[in-house]
């Protein structure tokens, strides 16, 4: 599944910026521009996460198959109370 939303997913990040300028262009007032800025910068950081944890779990469990070492490293680095 992954592999097939990076058919169309760049599509939607490029339409997503460019709605974003836009709307940065229309708005006059500095303090809705720093409020979106900011709105942004946390929709990024969120999307960041959840794609490395999609990688992290992924189809058929690729990482841990094929380098469980780095894959147990991670999980305990994140999950560190167990």
């Not at 198959?65 to 894959?71: K, L, N």
């Amino acid at each position: 599944m992954q592999r097939y939303m990076l058919d169309y997913a760049w599509l939607l990040i490029i339409a997503g910026i460019c709605v974003f300028i836009e709307l940065c262009r229309l708005y006059k007032s500095e303090e809705t521009k720093t409020i979106m800025r900011k709105l942004f910068g946390i929709i990024t950081i969120y999307i960041i996460v959840i794609n490395i944890f999609s990688g992290i779990i992924s189809e058929k469990s690729y990482m841990q198959v094929h380098s469980p070492e780095a894959y147990y490293e991670l999980k305990y680095t994140i999950d560190f109370w167990e």
